[in-house]
């Protein structure tokens, strides 16, 4: 993928959306106005990764704002809008840092508040070029092979899911760079398939070797020895280090702890959530029963079945044997808490 491509993009009176939930098959933009487009894209997942949500968050402030200017709203009207933006999915932090952030310019004005917006996503931007940095060399120090590095990792991280680059498929994007990467063993992400649609696709466009595997495959590659390292994303992280992500990730975590491999997770210190002590204390977004009874549109367990869909796992700080954010590498599992190093 170029780097150029941009999963949220304002074109000066309009967001324009990358429709993820079309990729890998068609590459199309939506153009979003409205609040209640921004709110049903948000939840339909055409935009999703938590970086790239609060950059579409941050955006959706001044959609409010126009739209509040063609249709007369009041400023109370306009903050309400704003908030249910802020509330479109509850897990990943980023979407309600990122409007609050933007909130703060709001009695400005527009010019302010599409300032503010330009700055968080170019602030992602470097964020995630500084953890592909640091990620990068703390992996090629510390699994101390000579040999390029075989890496799995979960749902899809990269410039799709963020403002550009990537977060772990930026570290991904990094060691490829170097000449360090082998292959990545890229898991599905059922129930909708972030891994197979766009992680693949993403590094489809790179030129990087990958294999899709099942989610159900990953212990299994790891336990036997083909994985040197796992690296994913969050979309929040508690003071502990406990760290949500999409549903399946802490499986990962849990092979690579008895594989005694090192188990990453890359994130950019707007994921991280200080006032929020641990993993209980995470709103796990449980989304509708069809997206697991369902494949593509056809019922694929018997009527009478009950579909359990949480969008997101939390993986305990315990298992977490990296945290990179553009600040460095802290090491959580052995005590380095990001509530303790980050405030
Ligand atoms: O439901 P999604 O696709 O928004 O979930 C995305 C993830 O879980 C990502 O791993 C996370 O947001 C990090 S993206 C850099």
Not at 52 to 78: F, K, T
Not at 245 to 250: R, Y
Not at 271 to 292: C, F, P, S
Request: some cysteine; glycine content about 10%; overall charge negative.
């Amino acid at each position: 993928m170029s780097q150029e491509l941009r999963a949220v993009h304002w074109t000066g009176s309009s967001l324009a959306l990358i429709d993820q939930t079309l990729l890998p098959h068609r590459t199309e933009t939506m153009d979003v106005r409205d609040v209640d487009t921004l709110v049903d894209a948000i939840q339909r997942l055409v935009v999703r990764g938590a970086p790239a949500i609060g950059a579409a968050g941050a955006y959706g402030v001044a959609l409010a704002l126009l739209q509040g200017e063609r249709e007369g709203w009041s400023a109370d009207e306009v903050c309400a809008a704003v908030a249910r933006v802020r509330e479109a999915r509850p897990t990943a932090v980023n979407l309600m840092v990122c409007v609050d952030r933007v909130m703060t310019r709001f009695d400005e004005g527009l010019d302010a508040v599409l300032d503010e917006a330009a700055a968080v996503q170019r602030e992602d931007i470097e964020a995630n070029r500084a953890m592909g940095a640091y990620g990068a060399d703390w992996l090629v120090e510390r699994v101390g092979v000579e040999r390029p590095l075989r890496i799995l990792t979960h749902c899809n991280t990269g410039a799709l899911a963020t403002a550009g680059w990537g977060t772990a498929l930026g570290v991904i994007r990094e060691l490829h760079a170097r000449g360090r990467l082998e292959v990545v063993y890229a898991d599905e992400t059922r129930p909708l398939l972030q891994g197979s649609r766009l992680t693949a696709w993403e590094l489809v466009q790179e030129g990087i070797p990958h294999y899709v595997q099942a989610d159900g495959a990953a212990a299994g590659t790891i336990l036997r020895g083909e994985v040197d390292a796992a690296i994913v994303g969050a979309d929040r992280i508690a003071a502990n280090g406990d760290t949500a992500n999409k549903v399946g990730t802490v499986g990962v975590a849990l092979a690579c702890a008895d594989a005694g491999i090192p188990f990453l997770v890359a994130a950019p210190t707007t994921t991280v959530d200080l006032a929020t002590k641990n993993g209980e204390d995470i709103h796990i977004e449980l989304r509708g029963e069809d997206e697991v009874l369902e494949w593509s549109g056809v019922r694929t367990a018997p009527a009478g079945s009950r579909g359990h869909n949480p969008a997101f796992d939390v993986t305990p700080g315990r298992l977490v044997t990296g945290l990179v954010t553009e600040r460095g590498v802290l090491q959580v599992s052995a005590g380095e808490l990001p509530g303790e190093r980050l405030r």
